[in-house]
């Protein structure tokens, strides 16, 4: 006998839709008529699930940001020594990067269109204030003299390889961002 999986809710497949084609193509070029066809509902149910559009965009984001905060926390539990702890936030980039279809930010991509004052600003925002904090608190427990100052100078290379793996697909500007982390770290942190 064998037993099938329930259909994804309303919910779920208007997710799934929003995430494949705004992180594909773009938050405002997408349109909700596509993403209601491409999760085979309804409209109410978009309605009935986030209110809005904006409220699509939001879910899309914040999901995006749990997925994206679990992958660097597993890639960061991989480690006790507080330098490699830092660094692997590079590794979880590069295996980012190294995926089919990798488009760079999802935030980035989201921010560039979009009102800077919207849904958008905040969930970016948010995602940012997560990251800046993540590194904050690991360049303090590896010991960094200041380490608010490391956690900006580990931030700008992280946006910068980003950028540079989707301008350049894959992950080489990842290992090379994490190259030079590893320089900045040797610098900031105690022998």
């Excluded at 799934?16 to 008529?33: C, K, M, Q, R, S």
């Excluded at 596509?34 to 309804?42: H, K």
């Excluded at 905060?69 to 590079?90: C, E, S, W």
């Amino acid at each position: 006998m064998s037993v099938t999986s329930p259909r994804p809710s309303a919910r779920e497949r208007l997710l799934a839709a929003a995430d494949e084609l705004f992180y594909a193509e773009g938050v405002h070029t997408i349109g909700i008529d596509r993403v209601i066809e491409q999760a085979g509902v309804a409209k109410a149910s978009l309605y009935s699930c986030f209110g809005s559009k904006d409220g699509l965009v939001r879910a899309y984001l914040q999901n995006r940001h749990q997925e994206r905060r679990a992958r660097l926390q597993r890639h960061i539990d991989k480690h006790t020594d507080p330098r490699d702890r830092l660094l692997a936030i590079f590794d979880s980039l590069a295996e980012s990067a190294a995926k089919p279809g990798f488009r760079g930010c999802a935030f980035y991509n989201a921010g560039a269109e979009s009102d800077p004052n919207g849904v958008v600003a905040e969930e970016s925002e948010a995602n940012r204030a997560w990251t800046r904090s993540t590194l904050v608190d690991l360049a303090r427990e590896a010991g960094a003299a200041d380490p608010v100052a490391l956690a900006a100078q580990l931030v700008i290379l992280y946006d910068g390889a980003t950028v540079g793996a989707r301008q350049d697909p894959g992950p080489a500007a990842a290992h090379a961002a994490r190259a030079m982390a590893a320089t900045l770290l040797t610098a900031a942190l105690p022998t």
